[in-house]
């Protein structure tokens, strides 16, 4: 069983930084890689950013160059960076456990196995 357990996130003003940090535990390494997801009050469940345990990470294109996803394999932590923060970036992020098989900008809800509790980041003009 893999637990992800979310930490950071509240309310900031637009163009502040922030960051999450989801720390896991049970059996991820070789099955899954963590990645973060959001979902704005009215709107889908989207895909932000993830990482795989070997470094590589891929990320919601319109987010590139503002926010960045890195890993502290010592602690099992990963880590959501976000920077310039907007109105539109208000939603509630969720860690999550993805396959392998996933890749890309593709990756979608039905590519998760487990799913964090969830933080709110609200962001103020």
């Known amino acids: 069983q893999v637990q992800l357990v979310e930490s950071g996130g509240g309310s900031v003003q637009a163009g502040d930084s922030g960051r999450l940090s989801c720390a896991v535990s049970?059996?991820?390494?070789?099955?899954?890689?963590i990645g973060w997801f959001r979902q704005a009050p009215g709107k889908e469940r989207e895909f932000v950013a993830a990482?795989?345990?070997?470094?590589?990470?891929y990320y919601k294109d319109s987010l590139k160059g503002r926010f960045a996803i890195s890993k502290d394999n010592a602690k099992s932590t990963m880590y959501l960076q976000m920077n310039s923060l907007e109105p539109e970036d208000t939603a509630v992020y969720y860690c999550?456990?993805?396959?392998?098989?996933?890749?890309?900008?593709?990756?979608?809800?039905?590519?998760?196995?487990?799913w964090g509790q969830g933080l709110q980041v609200t962001v103020s003009s």
């Open positions: 049970g059996p991820t390494f070789g099955t899954y890689m």
């Open positions: 999550a456990a993805i396959y392998l098989s996933a890749g890309g900008t593709a990756i979608g809800v039905t590519d998760v196995k487990y």
């Open positions: 990482i795989r345990w070997s470094g590589r990470s």
